[in-house]
């Protein structure tokens, strides 16, 4: 089973909608990333976590230690969303300054 | 311009035949590193670099080298590649990575798509 799980794998939606893309994890962690794939391959840093919340424009990212989880919600999506959207985290331990990733989720937004 | 270039974007080569891909960053960051990319298998690192110096593996190490002898540059190193390494290769950069201060933005490379014949 992978440390980092993403859901759903992929999402396609409508132009306007409200996303949500989720990120479990099975280890204490000090910080969760969140990226962006373009279709051309590019890769983007989105957020940066270790606690509550964080909003950019359009995009909210948010974090739940307790519960091992954080979401990345889009707000009125548009087609220029679509791209692969990954998480990763980094361990708690000193020293230790391994990321380890999900899968990503793909996203279509449809016009 | 703040980036992370990577050079070669595009590479075919064959079974052992020694190469390098070059990392350079122009902001004066601490941490680098390198991934790889497989379909169905996500990035996943290969070796990162805290300074100077200053290596350590990362999740996937095997039939790859890396030095950090300056801080701008972070060369991966496939001494006898071989099919397997066939991927696409990524370098990213950060001032910090971690910790409590909600810091550490990652900056990545293009990326390098190396196919071993």
């Known amino acids: 089973k992978n440390e980092v799980e993403q859901s759903p794998q992929n999402l396609t939606a409508q132009e306007g909608e409200f996303i949500t893309i989720n990120c479990s994890y099975s280890?204490?962690?000090?910080?969760l990333h969140w990226l962006q794939q373009h279709p051309g391959g590019g890769i983007v840093s989105l957020f940066m976590?270790?606690?509550g919340k964080k909003k950019h424009g359009r995009l909210i990212a948010t974090i739940n230690i307790q519960e091992k989880h954080s979401s990345l919600h889009i707000t009125a999506s548009h087609p220029r969303d679509s791209a692969v959207y990954i998480c990763?985290?980094?361990?708690?331990?000193?020293?230790?300054?391994?990321?380890?990733f999900g899968t990503g989720t793909r996203l279509t937004i449809i016009p | 311009e703040a980036q992370v270039t990577q050079n070669p974007r595009y590479l075919i080569t064959v079974t052992g035949k020694k190469l390098t891909v070059t990392c350079s960053q122009n902001?004066?960051?601490?941490?680098m590193s390198w991934y790889r990319q497989d379909p169905g298998l996500g990035l996943r690192q290969i070796y990162y670099?805290?300074?100077?110096?200053?290596?350590d593996k990362g999740d996937v190490p095997e039939g790859y080298k890396v030095s950090r002898k300056e801080k701008r540059n972070f060369p991966l190193i496939l001494e006898s590649p071989s099919p397997n390494q066939t991927s696409l290769y990524f370098c990213?950069?950060?001032?910090?990575?971690?910790?409590?201060?909600?810091?550490?933005?990652?900056?990545f490379g293009e990326g390098s798509r190396l196919t071993v014949l």
């Open positions: 902001m004066n960051h601490e941490y």
């Open positions: 990763a985290v980094k361990g708690v331990d000193f020293g230790n300054e391994k990321l380890t």
């Open positions: 670099s805290m300074n100077v110096e200053v290596t």
């Open positions: 280890v204490g962690i000090s910080a």
């Open positions: 990213a950069s950060s001032l910090r990575i971690g910790g409590f201060a909600n810091t550490g933005e990652l900056f």
């Open positions: 976590l270790s606690s």
